[in-house]
């Protein structure tokens, strides 16, 4: 298989991060690393010929048009979290960078979402506009104008749900630069009991997911989304997994309800945005048919909660027996 040409915007995020690293070990790929930053890059861009930096903003993406003309991939990772770009970045200069695209010569385009736009039949959830962030929100208006540009039928559209990565080499995701905190926390946590659940993957397993669509791209047409994500999991269980993990016990489980969560809210004065509360409400963030490297029968960095402590540093221990 020849080369491709793949551009790459977001690189020096955490998912950027893994989805590049992988791609300079595991392929011969042209790769072009749009980047703000060139020195927050923690993997070795040195490591193969064929690696070219382009440093650059998102807001200035005009600048590189005539090198997106020639690109047969683009990986677009580049977000902005908040902050008065946030619209400008995720919807009017994605949609310019995907607008600069060849239909012609690109044949693959992997556009990142977030899964937090989605319902339970993976169909756009109304409230992620109405109540969403702007980083939400922003995301859930660009996937709107995607299915109108010359370009769609080349996009696929990835959702990832709760995202976990990071270490020495590599930043750190928003939820794992926290996962310690939960195990300070878990001889409180599992005493409790909670209505809710969730997805999660780890990014080298994004990573290794990328890499296959790269490799094995669907036909082009419409309605390509994907839900990133290991098969839901409850609350209750990732608690029980933790314990199971810590070498703790669970002796009972006392249920924290909504009215129980709203009246701390209230006693402690909590500062909830509108997106917070929803959540509050909604609990199950799950979705249909998610996406594994187990879904092509490959190996998987992170499939249990007991695996990202593993990778988090977390020793696994064992319970002190009864006596």
Request: glycine share 6%.
């Given at each position: 298989?020849?080369?491709?040409?793949?551009?790459?915007?977001?690189?020096?995020?955490?998912?950027?991060?893994?989805?590049?690293?992988?791609?300079?070990?595991?392929?011969?790929?042209?790769?072009?690393?749009?980047?703000?930053?060139?020195?927050?890059?923690?993997?070795?861009?040195?490591?193969?010929?064929?690696?070219?930096?382009?440093?650059?903003?998102?807001?200035?993406?005009?600048?590189?048009?005539?090198?997106?003309?020639?690109?047969?991939?683009?990986?677009?990772?580049?977000?902005?979290?908040?902050g008065t770009q946030t619209y400008d970045i995720n919807i009017t200069k994605t949609i310019?960078?995907?607008?600069?695209?060849?239909?012609?010569?690109?044949?693959?385009?992997?556009?990142?979402?977030?899964?937090?736009?989605?319902?339970?039949?993976?169909?756009?959830?109304?409230?992620?506009?109405?109540?969403?962030?702007?980083?939400?929100?922003?995301?859930?208006?660009?996937?709107?104008?995607?299915?109108?540009?010359?370009?769609?039928?080349?996009?696929?559209?990835?959702?990832?749900?709760?995202?976990?990565?990071?270490?020495?080499?590599?930043?750190?995701?928003?939820?794992?630069?926290?996962?310690?905190?939960?195990?300070?926390?878990?001889?409180?946590?599992?005493?409790?009991?909670?209505?809710?659940?969730?997805?999660?993957?780890?990014?080298?397993?994004?990573?290794?997911?990328?890499?296959?669509?790269?490799?094995?791209?669907?036909?082009?047409?419409?309605?390509?989304?994907?839900?990133?994500?290991?098969?839901?999991?409850?609350?209750?269980?990732?608690?029980?997994?933790?314990?199971?993990?810590?070498?703790?016990?669970i002796f009972f489980r006392l249920p924290l309800s909504i009215q129980i969560a709203n009246?701390?809210?209230?006693?402690?004065?909590?500062?909830?945005?509108?997106?917070?509360?929803?959540?509050?409400?909604?609990?199950?963030?799950?979705?249909?048919?998610?996406?594994?490297?187990?879904?092509?029968?490959?190996?998987?960095?992170?499939?249990?909660?007991?695996?990202?402590?593993?990778?988090?540093?977390?020793?696994?221990?064992?319970?002190?027996?009864?006596?």
């Amino acid at each position: 298989m020849l080369p491709k040409r793949i551009f790459i915007t977001g690189a020096s995020g955490c998912i950027g991060h893994y989805i590049t690293d992988m791609l300079i070990q595991q392929t011969q790929h042209d790769l072009f690393l749009f980047v703000r930053d060139p020195q927050k890059l923690q993997f070795d861009y040195n490591a193969r010929p064929g690696i070219t930096i382009i440093q650059g903003d998102m807001q200035e993406i005009e600048r590189v048009g005539r090198l997106l003309k020639t690109i047969d991939c683009a990986i677009l990772t580049a977000t902005a979290w908040g902050g008065t770009q946030t619209y400008d970045i995720n919807i009017t200069k994605t949609i310019r960078l995907l607008n600069l695209l060849d239909p012609i010569n690109c044949e693959q385009v992997l556009y990142f979402s977030t899964s937090s736009i989605l319902n339970p039949q993976n169909q756009p959830l109304p409230e992620a506009e109405a109540y969403g962030t702007d980083y939400i929100k922003s995301k859930y208006l660009c996937h709107q104008q995607l299915p109108k540009l010359a370009i769609a039928p080349q996009i696929t559209t990835l959702f990832p749900t709760l995202v976990f990565g990071g270490d020495s080499q590599k930043p750190y995701s928003a939820i794992s630069a926290g996962i310690k905190e939960v195990t300070r926390w878990i001889d409180i946590i599992r005493f409790l009991k909670a209505d809710a659940s969730f997805h999660f993957l780890h990014a080298q397993d994004i990573a290794q997911v990328v890499l296959h669509l790269i490799e094995f791209p669907p036909e082009p047409g419409p309605g390509h989304e994907i839900v990133l994500g290991n098969p839901a999991i409850t609350v209750n269980q990732a608690v029980e997994q933790v314990c199971a993990h810590l070498g703790k016990r669970i002796f009972f489980r006392l249920p924290l309800s909504i009215q129980i969560a709203n009246l701390i809210i209230k006693l402690f004065r909590i500062q909830m945005a509108d997106w917070d509360r929803f959540c509050l409400s909604y609990r199950h963030f799950t979705y249909q048919a998610p996406v594994s490297p187990a879904s092509f029968d490959l190996p998987a960095h992170c499939a249990t909660v007991s695996d990202l402590l593993r990778v988090s540093g977390i020793a696994e221990r064992k319970s002190v027996p009864k006596r």
